[in-house]
Each structure stands twice: as C-alpha cells, then as structure tokens.
C-alpha cells in the first residue's frame, strides 16, 4: 500500500516552455500532497503544500506565479514549471499523506527535469 | 528557524557491522520523527518512524529518540552492502510540515 507515481519519469524541454509533471496516489487518498526538488548532492527542499480543493502554500522564496500546483482531487496534483530556464533543471519529487494515516509522507519516484 | 542537523559522512562500515546514524534537531515542538533511505537518483524511501522517547526496532534496525536531548538515531545491525546509501533524517514541526537533514552518506564494504 501507499504507493505514490509521478509521470513523466524525466523531461527535457526548451528554455521558455512550461512543464507539467503529475503526482497520483494510487491506492489511498491523499488529503496532502507536497512538492520537493532535490539539486545534486543536497537535500530536499520543500516547495510547497497542497491540500485537496485548497490553494498550495508555497515556502518562502518559491515563486507561485513559476510554480503552479494544483491538487484538484484527493489522487491527484500537479506541478506545472512555466517558463522554465535552466536553473530550473533539478529532480522534483512529490509525497503524499493518506487520510487517517499518521504523519508519514510517501514519497513518489521522482521527475528528473532539464531545461536546455 | 528550524534546524535538522546530521553528519554528511560518508559514514563507512565493514559488512555485517553496526552502522550508527545521528541526527540533531533544534526546535522542542517537534513532534515525530523518520528517516528514510534514498539511493543515488530515486526519491526517498520510508524506513523508519518514532514518535516517543526510547526505542523502536524492526528488523535490523533501532530508531532511538530523546527528546530532551533533540537526538534522534538510527541503528542497522549487520549491515550490508545493499544498504549503502543516504540516510536522511525528517522532524515534524507543528502544521506538519517536514524538514529533512542533509543526509549522511553510508558506504557499506564487503
């Protein structure tokens, strides 16, 4: 159980072009969903918390107008990088809190993001 | 500002030793504590979790917390080297969000 995917695995896309990438949670219903990029050799770094049917809070720092989340049912948000340069090349994870559950977060496998 | 403090490494083990990872934290509301284990290019992996003082074991491994000394810790009894990894220690702050240590790097030799 728990199991969380993100799709796509990597994309590479052009300077100035916007990129979704999806986070579902397949076998339980997320109530939170969170959003993480990972540089190499560094730890995560939170981006942003999403509830189901509410507005993401973003960390400081992290431009919501760049970052668009959305977490429109209780399987499914989406993180889309518009106008994406290459200082946005990084890894981004997504995770997930079930409904009930304790604090765990499960962590999808990842998106590995370049930006040429 | 919240604080996870945990020794980069690499930490490096003979297989079937026990490995010992230490993580600090700085705020006193914290309130659980995990750690995961993410191997070089995935995302990371649940391992552990530890809400009260003292310790928890599964398998081979011990989570310990203290509280009063902000240290949590991870123990793997006879390590291998599918165990090589980042070890990366979580703290749950109030509206439960978490942050995550830098991580310490553990080699495993055969």
């Known amino acids: 159980g728990a199991v969380v995917s993100q799709h796509p695995s990597w994309v590479i896309c052009k300077s100035g072009t916007s990129v979704k990438i999806e986070c579902r949670s397949l076998d339980f219903q997320a109530t939170t969903m969170f959003w993480y990029r990972q540089f190499p050799k560094q730890s995560l770094m939170l981006m942003a918390t999403s509830n189901e049917g509410s507005k993401a809070t973003y960390e400081q720092g992290v431009e919501k107008d760049k970052f668009l989340i959305n977490h429109a049912s209780l399987t499914l948000s989406t993180l889309t990088v518009t106008s994406a340069h290459p200082e946005d090349s990084s890894f981004y994870i997504c995770?997930?809190?079930?409904?009930?559950?304790?604090?765990?977060?499960?962590f999808g496998p990842g998106t590995r993001l370049t930006v040429l | 500002q919240k604080e996870v403090e945990q020794n980069s490494g690499p930490l490096s083990v003979p297989e079937g030793a026990i490995a010992s990872l230490n993580c600090t934290y700085s705020d006193r509301g914290s309130q659980s504590f995990f750690w995961y284990r993410q191997y070089s290019g995935k995302s990371p992996e649940l391992i552990m979790s530890i809400y009260s003082n003292g310790d928890k074991e599964d398998g081979r491994f011990t989570a310990q917390l203290n509280k009063a000394s902000q240290y949590v810790s991870l123990l793997i009894r006879d390590s291998q080297p599918s165990d090589s990894a980042t070890y990366l220690c979580a703290v749950t702050f109030p509206f439960n969000k978490f942050y995550f240590g830098s991580g310490t790097k553990l080699n495993v030799k055969p």
């Open positions: 995770s997930a809190r079930a409904r009930g559950s304790g604090y765990e977060q499960f």
